[in-house]
């Protein structure tokens, strides 16, 4: 038979195992919340970078904005120096078959004098 001495040592030793056990599991479970809380943080942190990438962006975004009537006015402003470059162009053009236009007419003149005169020197 076992003396109350030996019952209460082994209840002890039963109770230090238990308790190791226990602790062991509480700590397991403290890491894994070390780590989930690690893991949040990480994620925490390359979500703020994120959004400071966003922010940067929307930064840029409005830096460059123009309105559509900022559009249209350049649209037409746009226009009007393509209208007044092709006036230009069809201006000079013009002035250019007018030239051509005279320097014929011209030409056309003396060949008429010059026949005109050869048809008196024939008939006389």
Avoid at 60 to 82: C, G, S, V, W
């Amino acid at each position: 038979m076992t003396t109350p001495e030996a019952r209460l040592e082994l209840a002890i030793t039963e109770l230090r195992g238990s308790m190791d056990a226990s602790l062991a599991r509480i700590e397991g479970r403290l890491d894994l919340l070390v780590q989930r809380a690690e893991h949040g943080d990480a994620r925490a942190a390359d979500h703020a970078a994120a959004i400071q990438r966003l922010d940067d962006r929307g930064d840029r975004f409005e830096r460059d904005y123009i309105t559509r009537a900022e559009m249209e006015t350049k649209i037409t402003d746009l226009r009007e120096e393509m209208n007044r470059k092709f006036t230009q162009q069809a201006e000079a053009q013009a002035h250019k078959e007018r030239q051509r236009l005279a320097a014929f007419a011209i030409v056309a003149t003396l060949v008429g004098a010059a026949a005109g005169v050869i048809a008196t020197l024939i008939t006389t």
